[in-house]
């Protein structure tokens, strides 16, 4: 059995952090389905520097985190809604990324990436929604048909111990990161014949 490796990234510093919460949902509902995963949170991606083209240096999280992209099968980013676009944390480490330009598989080639936003509304969770899919396009991933967005004001969806308890978003996760998988299988097996050839 093909076992993907799926790289999830996002979330935001505070405690609790929904985007971050909702980032480990997924991952785990693509364990539950037979992945590896590797979670990047928003600790760690504040310990990124700022992307910066002219400066080829990169400090060891810098190096974990594009290695890790470099290698997995498949993505989940979440992401908050600010001011109607992703988090300046979040889209400093997709800048980072473009040290993937020249790989084989540039940037998200060939990889199923799910996409998460949580927001204190409808209207930011769409279009940031919208906005990170154009992005992910732009960098030649693939999104999943079904994206996750939740609203932070509609009502709790986390139970206390930080898990997802509403169930219609846990069956949207679940339906995420099964499109997630039957993707990452179909190219990681692709990917593996043609490193083996
Ligand atoms: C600086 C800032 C800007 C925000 N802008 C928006 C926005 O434009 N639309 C929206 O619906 N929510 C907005 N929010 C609310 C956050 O998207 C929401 O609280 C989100 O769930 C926070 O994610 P977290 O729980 O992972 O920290 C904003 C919050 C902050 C701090």
């Known amino acids: ?8 990234f996002g979330g935001t510093t505070r405690p609790g952090s929904s985007g971050e919460r909702l980032v480990r949902a997924a991952l ?3 364990e539950a389905g037979g992945a590896e995963t590797r979670l990047f949170g928003g600790d760690f991606l504040a310990e990124l520097p700022h992307y910066a083209p002219e400066r080829p240096e990169r400090s060891p999280r810098q190096t974990e ?3 890790a992209v470099r290698h997995c099968d498949g993505i989940v980013i979440g992401t908050p809604a600010y001011h109607a676009g992703i ?8 800048d980072l990324l473009e040290d ?7 940037y998200f080639d060939d990889r199923p990436v799910g996409l ?7 209207q930011g969770a769409g279009v940031t929604l919208s906005a990170l899919r154009d992005m992910v396009h732009a960098m030649r991933g693939w999104p999943t048909p079904i994206g996750v967005t939740v609203n932070t004001l509609a009502g709790p969806v986390f139970a206390e111990n930080g898990s997802v308890s509403d169930a219609q978003l846990t069956a949207t996760i679940a339906a995420q990161a099964d499109q997630i998988m039957r993707f990452a299988r179909a190219f990681k097996a692709r ?3 043609k490193g083996a050839a």
């Open 191 to 193: 990917h593996d014949m």
């Open 28 to 30: 785990a509902a693509c």
């Open 100 to 106: 993937l330009h020249g790989d084989a598989r540039v």
């Open 1 to 8: 059995m093909i076992r993907p490796l799926i790289v999830g």
């Open 87 to 94: 988090s300046g944390l979040v889209k400093n480490a997709l």
């Open 65 to 67: 985190f594009v290695e």
């Open 116 to 122: 998460i936003v949580s927001a204190a509304g409808w």
